[in-house]
């Protein structure tokens, strides 16, 4: 499994951008994909996630901004990120849990850094006011 997430760069406040999570390798479709951030000096926190049965989670402080989305052809997780804040400054990154088809677990589950078993390697996205 190697992930890599792509898609960050330097935006306004209000704009959007899409990150993008691919993987060479198993198909993500089979398996719960999350994305996470860390801002500077902050924890790592949970940003969305969707299961393999296509069910999506967010967090309170994305929700109605950000969609997770997949694309099973071309084995890639995206991740739709609108009405930017600055407050949504972080480096991103997309993780998967390598439980095969697993049944949904709820929120509680694909929320928690530590369901996921590979990670990619970030990308930076900074929202300028």
């Known amino acids: 499994v190697q992930l890599q997430a792509s898609g960050g760069g330097l935006v306004q406040a209000g704009d959007s951008l899409l990150l993008s999570c691919t993987n060479s390798?198993?198909?993500?479709?089979?398996?719960?994909v999350g994305w996470f951030r860390q801002a500077p000096g902050k924890e790592l926190e949970f940003a969305a996630a969707i299961t393999p049965g296509a069910s999506t989670y967010y967090a309170d402080s994305v929700k109605g901004r950000f969609t997770i989305s997949r694309d099973n052809n071309k084995n890639t997780v995206y991740l739709q990120m609108s009405s930017l804040k600055p407050g949504d400054t972080a480096v991103y990154y997309c993780?998967?849990?390598?439980?095969?088809?697993?049944?949904?677990?709820?929120?509680?589950?694909?929320?928690?850094?530590?369901?996921?078993?590979?990670w990619g390697q970030g990308t930076q996205v900074t929202v300028s006011s």
């Open positions: 993780a998967m849990d390598a439980t095969f088809r697993a049944t949904n677990r709820g929120a509680g589950y694909y929320s928690r850094r530590t369901t996921y078993d590979y």
């Open positions: 390798g198993r198909n993500l479709f089979n398996y719960g």
